[in-house]
């Protein structure tokens, strides 16, 4: 179902569509490298790569991380983020490197409501070639406040059981106030526990976390941490205490008692440029033969990021030294500019990826494999959806989803096999609204004209809303895709 357009607004759509003028977004990689000697004077010895890769919004779109095997960096894990239009976080997944290719291990996907308040999270494990719902979060806001409500539940037999609940206060700065944690009996929530939050008369630097656990009738204190700042407002002290509670009554008359069982402190100390230079810990109070401690120390480069750090830590009867250097280089950047077919069927579009940074030496590849590729360029490409990465010399690489788009004449819903979708926009463009008939889940991607994956998610009912800030009388290509579907359709945003 695609919104009525007048005949002005279809005639301008059709020209962008058919001009399909090239586009410049920049992404890049940022590279940091971590060497470990595991003892005071020991040899330094190359440990973790990782990886971050910045979409050109700034937001880290990859966290990859590479281990040194001694002679190379083997790929070990990596994370993806995907995001909405108003730049929060859409998907999370996590995979693992199996020695060949990375496969995903768990998924984590976050809703917001209208108002762009988080509305729920599914987190799904992946098995056997599919993702498999696990566990849930709902969250449930008062109309007067920040108070919520977040309940918790896990899939058992295809059903969404409740597990947990907390209950949150807010104060008038919308500081946590206290948290209450509730656990699903069968029949009703049973009260588990209680944090509380102090702040300082400004009700904006906290000073005090205090946590009970609930025995009818009382809630006993377990955890108190206090909080010290320096006066430019910086962390200066953490003092950690455990609490032993004892209930009990005598003569119809109920007794609370509470003593220290465990105490430790933590010291901050602050160079010129109020970065963190020195951390000192040490078990203050115990019962534990074995006393903890640690020390730590920081140097930082000409960035402000840390370059060296030193710790030793450990008990009066072991200890232990380690000592980390990190090194930064220039971030990767690649400027893809991409244009479309100019007719259907015409294999004739085009990715250009101007390369920078890194270390030289660039290469560039697309999958599935077309067109063909000059130094970092792209061309007779015919319409479709690809993969272009490039590499610089010691193996960074910088991908980005492309859709090749071919000229249209018309505004367009998804018939294929039986299976129909539909996307337009609803609420004054606030909201994508998403209808199919398909029994099979499958993945929906949005370009915009010019072929920039904008939002990604994986649709599953009959009606999903999305909520989506579109931009003003703009046209965007959405995709379908699933073991039996893969198709395309076209919606076009009025104002």
Request: glycine share 6%.
């Amino acid at each position: 179902m695609m919104t009525i357009l007048n005949r002005s607004l279809l005639t301008f759509c059709l020209i962008v569509l058919s001009s399909q003028a090239s586009f410049s977004n920049v992404d890049s990689v940022s590279v940091r490298i971590i060497e470990v000697a595991n003892d005071s004077i020991g040899p330094w010895t190359f440990n973790i790569q990782e990886i971050d890769s910045i979409d050109n919004t700034g937001m880290i779109s990859v966290k990859s991380k590479r281990k040194w095997d001694g002679t190379t960096w083997i790929n070990d894990r990596k994370e993806s983020f995907y995001f909405d239009t108003s730049g929060n976080l859409a998907e999370h997944v996590k995979y693992i490197w199996d020695g060949s290719t990375f496969i995903p291990q768990i998924k984590r996907e976050v809703i917001y409501n209208s108002s762009g308040k988080l509305f729920s999270e599914i987190s799904y494990q992946f098995n056997a070639g599919n993702w498999q719902a696990s566990t849930k979060q709902e969250h449930i806001y008062t109309q007067q406040s920040n108070d919520s409500i977040v309940t918790s539940y896990t899939q058992i037999s295809g059903n969404w059981i409740a597990t947990d609940q907390q209950v949150f206060e807010y104060t008038i700065n919308f500081m946590p106030k206290s948290e209450i944690r509730q656990s699903w009996n069968g029949a009703q929530w049973e009260t588990v526990s209680k944090s509380a939050y102090s702040y300082n008369t400004a009700g904006l630097i906290k000073t005090t976390d205090s946590v009970f656990y609930y025995l009818s009738p009382n809630y006993l204190l377990s955890r108190v941490v206090n909080y010290f700042y320096t006066s430019s407002g910086k962390l200066s002290q953490k003092i950690n205490r455990d609490f032993i509670s004892y209930q009990y009554s005598d003569q119809d008359t109920d007794y609370i008692e509470t003593e220290i069982d465990y105490e430790y402190t933590m010291v901050y100390t602050y160079n010129p440029f109020d970065l963190l230079s020195e951390l000192h810990g040490s078990q203050t109070q115990g019962s534990s033969q074995a006393w903890a401690f640690e020390n730590h120390y920081f140097q930082y480069n000409d960035h402000n990021l840390i370059s060296s750090s030193f710790s030793h830590t450990g008990t009066n009867v072991t200890e232990n030294f380690e000592r980390q250097s990190s090194y930064y280089y220039n971030l990767l950047n690649a400027n893809f500019s991409v244009s479309g077919s100019s007719c259907t069927g015409c294999p004739d579009g085009s990715v250009h990826a101007s390369v920078n940074g890194g270390v030289a030496g660039y290469q560039v590849k697309i999958t599935p494999d077309a067109g063909i590729i000059s130094g970092t360029n792209i061309d007779y490409l015919p319409a479709g959806i690809y993969v272009v990465c490039v590499f610089d010399a010691i193996g960074n690489e910088l991908c980005r989803e492309i859709n090749i788009a071919e000229f249209t004449t018309g505004i367009n819903n998804i018939e294929s096999n039986d299976t129909k979708i539909s996307a337009k926009f609803i609420n004054e463009n606030s909201s994508l609204k998403i209808e199919t008939n398909s029994l099979s889940p499958f993945a929906f991607k949005l370009f915009d004209q010019t072929g920039r994956l904008i939002l990604q998610q994986n649709i599953s009912s009959p009606t999903t809303i999305i909520p989506f800030k579109s931009c003003s009388s703009a046209l965007y290509i959405f995709n379908a895709t699933n073991s039996s579907i893969n198709t395309r359709g076209n919606i076009i945003s009025i104002r």
